[in-house]
T-cell receptor, first 109, second 115 residues
Framework: DQQVKQNSPSLSVQEGRISILNCDYT??????FLWYKKYPAEGPTFLIS?????DKNEDGRFTVFLNKSAKHLSLHIVPSQPGDSAVYFC????????FGGGTRLMVKP | KAGVTQTPRYLIKTRGQQVTLSCSPI?????VSWYQQTPGQGLQFLFE???????NKGNFPGRFSGRQFSNSRSEMNVSTLELGDSALYLC??????????????FGSGTQLSVL
């Protein structure tokens, strides 16, 4: 049973528009959430995180929103750039990280 | 500072064989964790080592094992390989393994193909 789910395996957006990547979790013990980005032939790299005591964290073009009651988090990228094209993994932590299945984002010029 | 290094980069094995993958963490990092990535399944946690001790273990069969050496380098071993073991195996390191206060730094992975 997957405790962290990314229901959209892929997403395509136009350059300059907003990209919204979604993630749902089932374990209420998760208290820390992260997003990682992965380019082909490279390992994932940390993007942004949020603690369960917050509902929003912003870093430049990237914002993560957490809705604890819905057990849902989302990553907003504004504006989207072609270099953002990658696979995005959400992850949740209690004492170790549990990752979602990933969403492939394609940003078209 | 050198990043996380995983060797080999690619590996082809046949069913029933065993394989050993290696991971050298960032200098000074004492926690090393291993993940299996398969299409659609994301990154599934295998185990985490800290100071030569396995501290956490994921839900994988006993054919998957690992160890960590005194210099923090880690190896993982898969015995009696099955077709379903074909995956990208990623290693990640951090200072103390505190996932809520530290970033994980990943290597580029070892792509294992089992024929």
């Amino acid at each position: 049973d997957q405790q962290v789910k990314q229901n959209s395996p892929s997403l395509s957006v136009q350059e300059g528009r907003i990209s919204i990547l979604n993630c749902d979790y089932t374990n209420s013990m998760f208290d820390y959430f992260l997003w990682y980005k992965k380019y082909p032939a490279e390992g994932p790299t940390f993007l942004i995180s949020i603690s369960s005591i917050k509902d929003k964290n912003e870093d430049g073009r990237f914002t993560v929103f957490l809705n604890k009651s819905a057990k849902h988090l989302s990553l907003h990228i504004v504006p989207s750039q072609p270099g953002d094209s990658a696979v995005y993994f959400c992850a949740a932590s209690s004492n170790m990280l549990t990752f979602g299945g990933g969403t492939r984002l394609m940003v078209k010029p | 500072k050198a990043g996380v290094t995983q060797t080999p980069r690619y590996l082809i094995k046949t069913r029933g064989q065993q394989v050993t993958l290696s991971c050298s963490p960032i200098s000074g990092h004492r926690s090393v964790s291993w993940y299996q990535q398969t299409p659609g399944q994301g990154l599934q946690f295998l185990f985490e080592y800290f100071s030569e001790t396995q501290r956490n273990k994921g839900n994988f069969p006993g054919r998957f094992s690992g160890r960590q050496f005194s210099n923090s380098r880690s190896e993982m071993n898969v015995s009696t390989l099955e077709l379903g073991d074909s995956a990208l195996y990623l290693c990640a390191s951090s200072l103390q393994g505190d996932v809520t206060n530290e970033k994980l730094f990943f290597g580029s992975g070892t792509q294992l193909s089992v024929l």
